[in-house]
């Protein structure tokens, strides 16, 4: 298929593109490299030997998606452009639902005004708010903390109404656990601007030497070393969750992509320094405000109906993570 991927510049984006292609199938990429970089562009092309179509622009912007539209036989668009940051939407909402709902209302507006009614929406697992048993499964309560996880709540919501007034819409809701990792090579990651709010691209830093110290956001949770418990999956493992979402549509469906196993912030700091062979320092500090003691998913669904399963372990995202930031460190020298 041909398949527009919104923010495919981004860290789940460029790992989903180069899935795709390695499926076969053609990709376009839009994106406003406003949390993204243009080498990612010729990362790409480097992994896969194909250059896909790019065109550089805001989702917002009709014009635009009328071009590519108009230019491109766009069969299905995978939806990953939107602000992510849980902090920044606490502090900047406006911001926030006019970017990612507008973005997404827009394209949908000009995909159905081309007949193009294939939509795979980038979700996250914030949309059960603090869930009241584990692992999580689908039918599980809704509810939202903060406006960034409100606006994925909210275009949930468009979607479900969407395909209520036209049931020719095929339209699959990707709910995200926890992703982390890198592909192999080490040439695509994670690369946040300024200091990581995540668990992850922190830890890497703090092993790499380019941050002190690891604050571990409280130790008294109710969890098996009172640490937080999170489902990382492998940012991989998910961009091959988008492939077998495309190839598996069938009127609105919703499922979550993660592992099943809950493991908490002292194992993963624990997995990464053994494997690989690394210390690093933390303290335990208080809370962080707005956190959960413990999240997982219950996969069954996407095994079940997709074909789709987690394969890379705990330790497999701890070594790929950090030959990541190895290699980009050297990059970057090279580059100086
Ligand atoms: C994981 C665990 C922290 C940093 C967020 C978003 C979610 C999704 C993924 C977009 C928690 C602890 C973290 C640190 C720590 N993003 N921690 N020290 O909060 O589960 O999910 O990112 O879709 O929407 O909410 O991920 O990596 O920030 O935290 O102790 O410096 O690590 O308390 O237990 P989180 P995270």
Same mark, same amino acid.
């Given at each position: 298929?041909?398949?527009?991927? #919104?923010?495919?510049?981004?860290? @789940? ?30 990362? /790409? ?22 071009? @590519? ?8 668009? /995978? ?75 909210? @275009? ?14 095929? /339209? ?50 109710? #969890? ?59 303290? /335990? ?27 890379? #372990? ?23």
């Amino acid at each position: 298929m041909k398949v527009l991927v #919104t923010g495919g510049c981004g860290y @789940i984006g460029s790992h989903t593109v180069c899935e795709l292609l390695y499926a076969n199938h053609e990709v376009v990429i839009l994106d406003d490299f406003s949390n993204s970089k243009k080498d990612v562009l010729q990362k /790409i092309e480097t992994l896969t030997g194909q250059k896909p179509r790019f065109y550089e622009g805001k989702v917002q912007d009709k014009a635009l998606l009328k071009e @590519i539209f108009e230019s491109q036989k766009i069969e299905a668009v /995978i939806h990953f452009a939107g602000y992510k940051a849980v902090g920044e939407s606490v502090e900047k909402p406006l911001m926030y639902y006019e970017n990612n709902l507008e973005s997404t209302l827009h394209l949908l507006e000009i995909m159905q005004e081309f007949s193009c009614k294939n939509f795979v929406f980038s979700s996250s697992a914030t949309v059960y708010g603090s869930p009241k048993s584990l692992p999580i499964k689908e039918d599980f309560p809704l509810s939202t903390t903060n406006p960034y996880g409100t606006t994925k709540l909210m @275009i949930e919501q468009i979607l479900k109404d969407l395909s209520k007034s036209d049931p020719t819409w095929n /339209i699959t809701i990707l709910r995200y656990f926890n992703p982390i990792g890198n592909e192999k090579t080490g040439l695509l990651g994670e690369n946040p601007q300024g200091i990581p709010n995540n668990l992850m691209p922190y830890i890497v830093r703090v092993a790499n030497g380019i941050l002190p110290c690891l604050s571990v956001f409280g130790d008294d949770y109710g #969890t098996p070393d009172g640490t937080g418990v999170r489902d990382y999956i492998h940012v991989v493992d998910l961009a091959k969750g988008h492939v077998k979402a495309l190839e598996h549509f069938s009127g609105l469906r919703i499922y979550n992509l993660g592992t099943g196993h809950g493991y908490s912030v002292l194992d993963l700091v624990k997995t990464f320094e053994k494997v690989n062979g690394v210390k690093v320092p933390y303290k /335990i500090v208080e809370r962080r405000k707005g956190d959960i003691a413990a999240c997982y998913a219950d996969p069954t669904k996407a095994q079940q109906e997709l074909g789709w399963t987690a394969e890379e #372990t705990l330790e497999d995202m701890c070594r790929d993570s950090y030959q990541y930031i190895i290699q980009e460190a050297k990059r970057e020298k090279s580059l100086k």
